[in-house]
């Protein structure tokens, strides 16, 4: 789905006039943020509505299940969310069949993940 496609879908499920008007087509253009949007691989960002952040899981071979990295972006994507003063709703969903199967489990062993973890579990 296009950003364009994104937007116009958002906005018709909060308004009902737009609702009314399946051909509407709605441009939202990227806003001027006051701190560098972060960036990364697993995850898709996109603005449907001013204020609105949507951040999109983009791992559909794997249902979205989220990694050691994904884990990071995810962390990178809510602190800047938090500091961004031009945002003020983070919303998250997945591509594909699948919002999350979880946790990547192929990853690796879970005392390399965190040196904070009091006890080590299997994977992470």
Not at 44 to 55: D, E
Not at 63 to 88: F, M, R, Y
Request: with cysteine; proline share 9%; charged share 20%.
């Amino acid at each position: 789905m296009s950003h364009t496609n994104e937007a116009a879908t958002y906005l018709r499920s909060i308004n009902p006039i737009i609702s009314h008007r399946p051909n509407l087509q709605v441009t939202m253009s990227k806003p001027n943020f006051e701190l560098p949007e972060p960036s990364g691989k697993y995850c898709v960002l996109s603005y449907p509505a001013p204020g609105v952040l949507l951040v999109r899981l983009n791992r559909p071979k794997d249902l979205n299940c989220i990694n050691q990295d994904g884990h990071a972006e995810l962390d990178k994507i809510w602190s800047w969310l938090d500091a961004e003063p031009t945002l003020n709703v983070g919303i998250i969903t997945g591509t594909g069949r699948a919002f999350c199967a979880g946790a990547d489990l192929k990853g690796k062993p879970m005392a390399q993940c965190s040196s904070e973890s009091a006890q080590p579990q299997s994977t992470c």
